[in-house]
């Protein structure tokens, strides 16, 4: 499997699928100008005069986000428009929630760059009883789109990101791959799995059916990977009682998982701080990294699961925060002058560029 992060999920392979029949490519493989998603009632004319009230066709989203939104009403209903980085980028995403049915905002359209989604009314409802029960089956839902599995050379390529790009130091890199090496020695089971599974981005709709409004964080990944933001961040995005309860009815939907495996559960979280830490090497300048405070997470959470001695972990700490400090002074001129302009122009200020 070719994997990638970010906007590369176009080359996801499902397991079984015909490769051959991918929709929305011309002969020579490049994204159609138009699509329309099945069962979306617009017409081509429609999702045109969508994305061009949304004004976002051809326009690049900003650098630190993976795409541009807008909302616009058309015909007295409402709707979503994303504007992703490229044409084969949208198409990518359109292609991929077009395999997962009713589980998230229907996706109704491409033009371009940009998706036309449906905008769900509904409500969240985060005291709700039900809810970490529907999450779980919602994620559930998603364990049964199986994929083809990253192997040891996609791994290597990631090691390679966070080496160059500067993350972490030679030697961290040299005990990531040891850890990586070992871990694969079992099987590993991958499938969709959705990275943001936290309760704010689900609502209830229809006949009280939960469905998911943001798609962004829908990825290939290890089997139960899904959990590890939820996990990580008990009290802050939801209460144990709740991570447990999205827990419990994923592990009795899907059949022979390994969440009760320690060992594989800290893959998981190994997994979920390195796909960030390398989405956003690629994606973003050293200094923007280092200022990234949860990139600054990350990267503790991976130095404690693989093992580094002690030593290793202080020369990792210090150099970051020097780095981090060392930029922080560098504002300082700028911050300074920004400060006298304001005073000399009554308080009033200038735009931060």
Not at 136 to 165: I, N, Q, Y
Not at 187 to 193: C, G, I
Not at 220 to 236: D, F, T
């Amino acid at each position: 499997m070719t994997f990638s992060v970010r906007d590369e999920i176009g080359r996801i392979r499902f397991r079984g699928a015909d490769e051959t029949a991918e929709s929305g490519t011309s002969p020579a493989g490049a994204p159609v100008h138009c699509e329309l998603g099945p069962g979306s009632g617009l017409s081509h004319a429609d999702i045109e005069q969508i994305v061009a009230l949304a004004g976002l066709a051809g326009r690049l989203p900003d650098p630190a986000r993976q795409s541009a939104m807008a909302f616009v009403e058309h015909s007295g209903r409402k709707y979503k428009v994303l504007a992703y980085a490229s044409a084969a980028a949208a198409h990518q995403r359109f292609t991929l929630l077009g395999r997962t049915g009713d589980l998230f905002a229907a996706c109704l359209g491409r033009v371009e760059n940009c998706l036309v989604h449906e905008f769900v009314e509904g409500s969240g409802e985060v005291g709700n009883s039900r809810l970490g029960d529907d999450i779980g089956s919602f994620l559930a839902d998603l364990a049964g789109f199986a994929v083809e599995p990253m192997h040891e050379p996609d791994f290597e390529a990631w090691s390679r990101t966070l080496a160059e790009k500067g993350i972490f130091l030679r030697r961290t890199i040299g005990t990531l791959r040891r850890y990586i090496a070992a871990s694969l020695v079992k099987p590993v089971r991958w499938d969709l799995e959705y990275l943001d599974a936290v309760p704010k981005n689900f609502v209830y709709a229809g006949k009280r059916r939960l469905i998911c409004v943001d798609s962004k964080h829908l990825y290939p990944g290890p089997q139960g990977v899904s959990l590890a933001k939820l996990y990580s961040n008990i009290g802050e995005y939801c209460r144990r009682e709740d991570y447990m309860a999205i827990r419990n009815v994923y592990q009795n939907r899907v059949r022979d998982n390994r969440l009760d495996d320690p060992a594989y559960f800290e893959f998981l979280l190994l997994f979920y701080s390195l796909f960030f830490l390398v989405a956003n090497a690629g994606q973003f300048s050293w200094k923007m990294n280092v200022e990234n405070g949860m990139n600054r997470i990350r990267r503790r959470t991976v130095l404690g699961i693989i093992g580094t001695s002690r030593s290793i972990r202080l020369l990792e700490g210090l150099w970051w925060s020097a780095a981090f400090d060392w930029f922080w002074v560098s504002k300082l001129p700028r911050r300074a002058l920004r400060y006298a302009l304001r005073r000399a122009g009554g308080g009033k200020g200038i735009k931060k560029r």
